[in-house]
C-alpha cells in the first residue's frame, strides 16, 4: 500500500466519479464513462486522480462516490482503495449530496480531517505545484470554520464555469470569496475576465468535516438528516438498504448553488470562504475540441489509434485542425478542416471541432429513442 510522502493533518479526498461524460460520445459510454478513459496518458482519468492524492493521503484513506454500473471497474482500476469506500449511489443527485454526505461520514469518524472533493476527469499539467497549493488549502481549512475553493484564472470568457469572485487577499496567495456567480452569459463572463479578480471554479473544495456537515445542516435542513442517517448506517447491515430508501429523496443540487453561493453571500469577512489560485495547469477536458486543444499545446499530433498516419504525406492533403481517434484503420484526411472523427466499436462519429459541445444532446436524443444499446 502506497503511503503518503509529505504528510500532513489528516487529509481524507473524497472522489467523485459517478458521471457519465456524454461529451466524450462514442468512446464513452454508460459502462465506460469519460473518468475511466486513457484521455491523457496510459492510465485512466480516475486512477491520475488518485495517483496525485497520494504523495498527501494513504490509499486508506480515500473514498470514491460512484455508480452502481461503475462500482467493479472502479474496484477493478483501484486496489489499493477499500471497497467498502467505494460507493455506488442509487441514483444521482448531484454534487452537494455527494459532499455532504461525505462530510456526515467523515464527520463520524474524524470530524477535525481536512476533507478534500475532487472530480474523477479533470486533468493536472503540473502535479508538484497541485501538492503545494493542496498543502497551502489544507492548512487553511484545518485553520477555522473554512471553505476553501481552488480557483483558476480565466484565459477566455467561458459561459459553462461557475465563476468565483475575490476579494481581500489574506498572504499573497490566498483571497476571501466575496461572491459565487454560477455560469453566466458571455457579455457578462466577458467582463468578469476583464476585472482580473474572477476565478473558474474547478470544482475541488477543502474542509474539515465538521465544518462541512455543519454548512450542509445549515444550508441543506431537509437534505441533511437523510444523509446523516445513511451515514450513520455505515458499516452496518442496514447500510445498503438505508442509502437506496433515503438517498434518493436528497434534493438534486450543486454544492456550488446548495453551499457556496448562499454563504458567499454573508460577506467575504463573514463567510469562512477562501479561493486559493489553481496554479498548476488544471482542465476539465470538457470535449472533444478540448482534447484537441489540449494536446496541441504540448505539441503532439492531435490523432489517436495505432494506424491514424496523419504524418505521412499520403493521408493527409490539405486538412488542417482535424481530431482523430481510430483505431484500427488508416485514416486518410483530404480538404478538411476542424472535424473531429472518433470510432468506438459499433459506432463512429463525425463531427465539427465547434460542434464537439453538443455531442451530449445527442446522446440524450438517443435515450429518448431508446437506443439503449449505443448508450
Known amino acids: 500500500m502506497k503511503r503518503t510522502l509529505y504528510p500532513i493533518m489528516d487529509f481524507r479526498p473524497f472522489i467523485l466519479a459517478g458521471g457519465s461524460g456524454t461529451r466524450f460520445w462514442p468512446r464513452s459510454r454508460r459502462n465506460h464513462p469519460k ?5 491523457d496518458g496510459e492510465r485512466s482519468m480516475l486512477q491520475q486522480t488518485v495517483d496525485r492524492l497520494l504523495p498527501l493521503a494513504d490509499s486508506e484513506h480515500i473514498w470514491v462516490l460512484t455508480n452502481e454500473w461503475l462500482r467493479s471497474p472502479v474496484a477493478e482500476q483501484l486496489p489499493a482503495v477499500p471497497p467498502a469506500q467505494i460507493l455506488a ?27 478534500g472533493l475532487f472530480p474523477a476527469d479533470h486533468t493536472i499539467a503540473d502535479a508538484g505545484g ?26 477566455h470568457p467561458e459561459t459553462g464555469y461557475g465563476y468565483i469572485e475575490t476579494g481581500e487577499k489574506l498572504d499573497g496567495t490566498s483571497s476571501r470569496v466575496r461572491r459565487f456567480t454560477e455560469k453566466p452569459n458571455l457579455e457578462r463572463a466577458n467582463e468578469f475576465v476583464a476585472s482580473g479578480n474572477y476565478f473558474w471554479n474547478s470544482g475541488m473544495f477543502l474542509a474539515t468535516a465538521r465544518t462541512l456537515a455543519n454548512a450542509m445542516r445549515e444550508h441543506l435542513p431537509e437534505t441533511a438528516p437523510y444523509l446523516e442517517e445513511i451515514a450513520q448506517a455505515f ?33 467575504e469577512h463573514h463567510s469562512g470562504m477562501y479561493c486559493l489560485p489553481a496554479d498548476f495547469g488544471w482542465n476539465d477536458l470538457g470535449s472533444w475540441a478540448a482534447l484537441y486543444e489540449h494536446k496541441l499545446s504540448r505539441g503532439r499530433n492531435v490523432r489517436e489509434g495505432d494506424n491514424v498516419m496523419e504524418t505521412q504525406a499520403e493521408s493527409l492533403l490539405e486538412a488542417h485542425g482535424n481530431y482523430v481517434h481510430v483505431p484500427q484503420k488508416h485514416v486518410a484526411l483530404v480538404g478538411v478542416d476542424n472535424l473531429v472523427v472518433v470510432e468506438a466499436g459499433d459506432v463512429l462519429l463525425i463531427t465539427t471541432r465547434a460542434g464537439c459541445q453538443d455531442v451530449g444532446k445527442l446522446v440524450k436524443q438517443m435515450q429518448q429513442k431508446n437506443q439503449e444499446k449505443l448508450i
Open 130 to 155: 497541485f501538492l503545494r497549493i493542496l498543502r497551502a488549502g489544507c492548512d487553511l481549512a484545518a485553520a477555522g470554520q473554512n471553505i476553501v475553493v481552488l480557483g483558476v484564472k480565466p484565459n
Open 35 to 39: 473518468q475511466m478513459l486513457s484521455l
Open 89 to 115: 449511489e442509487p441514483v444521482a443527485r448531484n454534487t452537494a449530496p455527494a459532499a455532504g454526505l461525505a462530510a456526515f461520514l467523515l464527520e463520524r469518524q474524524a470530524p477535525d480531517a481536512v476533507l
Open 235 to 267: 458499516g452496518t447491515a442496514e447500510f445498503a438498504s438505508k442509502f437506496a430508501a433515503l438517498y434518493p429523496q436528497c434534493e438534486n443540487i450543486s454544492i456550488d448553488y446548495a453551499i457556496i453561493e448562499p454563504r458567499s453571500a454573508k460577506g
